[in-house]
T-cell receptor, first 111, second 116 residues
Framework: NAGVTQTPKFQVLKTGQSMTLQCAQD?????MSWYRQDPGMGLRLIHY???????DQGEVPNGYNVSRSTTEDFPLRLLSAAPSQTSVYFC??????????FGPGTRLLVL | GDSVTQMEGPVTLSEEAFLTINCTYT??????LFWYVQYPGEGLQLLLK?????DKGSNKGFEATYRKETTSFHLEKGSVQVSDSAVYFC???????????????FGTGTRLQVFP
């Protein structure tokens, strides 16, 4: 199993540009989520999904969109990037025993 | 709402020293408690967990006991190694009725630096 994979590993955007952060898991987990990690703030939940076709907002959803068309994939879209979205983004999936598996992260810099 | 509070870091220790990282929580109901570890440049990995009061989670020499009376889940290790240098996150799973609605709430993380 590859576990949770994320692409790209690093991205630089200009303010106003759009992009999609990709996330995939091969463990057949129903629950997937996106977090952002900022210094001194731990991990904050952006969006999550409890299964294909079902998504919901987390703690900091503004500026981000998600969709879940398959169990495996859970992309995160930034429609118009802002410097405040400079962060490290982690995708995760969770099994029924509540263990969360994280991807390696995407480091995003918005200029 | 539910929350997790961790001690501020960094924690700096010499190899073979005893480690304690404090974690306390606020929650309604009976959450599960977790410690995750993040090595440099990597994502978080589950270190250990406990699902009910008085449970002790353990892994790789680390231990933590779920203390309901003090709402704590302190992480301990008897003898740290340089390879333990990482950021440690305490977390709770906020009950939502089923695993699909539980929310994982993280503390801010504690950086541990171990020197030879």
């Amino acid at each position: 199993n590859a576990g949770v994979t994320q692409t790209p590993k690093f991205q630089v955007l200009k303010t106003g540009q759009s992009m999609t952060l990709q996330c995939a898991q091969d463990m057949n987990h129903e629950y997937m989520s996106w977090y952002r990690q900022d210094p001194g703030m731990g991990l904050r939940l952006i969006h999550y999904s409890v299964g294909a076709g079902i998504t919901d907002q987390g703690e900091v959803p503004n500026g981000y969109n998600v969709s879940r068309s398959t169990t495996e994939d859970f992309p995160l879209r930034l429609l118009s990037a802002a410097p405040s979205q400079t962060s490290v983004y982690f995708c995760a999936s969770r099994n029924r025993e509540e263990t969360q598996y994280f991807g390696p992260g995407t480091r995003l810099l918005v200029l | 709402g539910d929350s997790v509070t961790q001690m501020e870091g960094p924690v700096t220790l010499s190899e073979e020293a005893f480690l304690t990282i404090n974690c306390t929580y606020t929650a309604t109901g009976y959450p599960s408690l977790f410690w995750y570890v993040q090595y440099p440049g990597e994502g978080l990995q589950l270190l250990l967990k406990a699902t009910k009061a008085d449970d002790k989670g353990s892994n790789k020499g680390f231990e933590a006991t779920y203390r309901k009376e003090t709402t704590s889940f302190h992480l301990e290790k008897g003898s740290v190694q340089v390879s333990d240098s990482a950021v440690y996150f305490c977390a709770l799973s906020s009950p939502g009725g089923s695993y699909n609605t539980d929310k994982l709430i993280f503390g801010t993380g504690t950086r541990l630096q171990v020197f030879p």
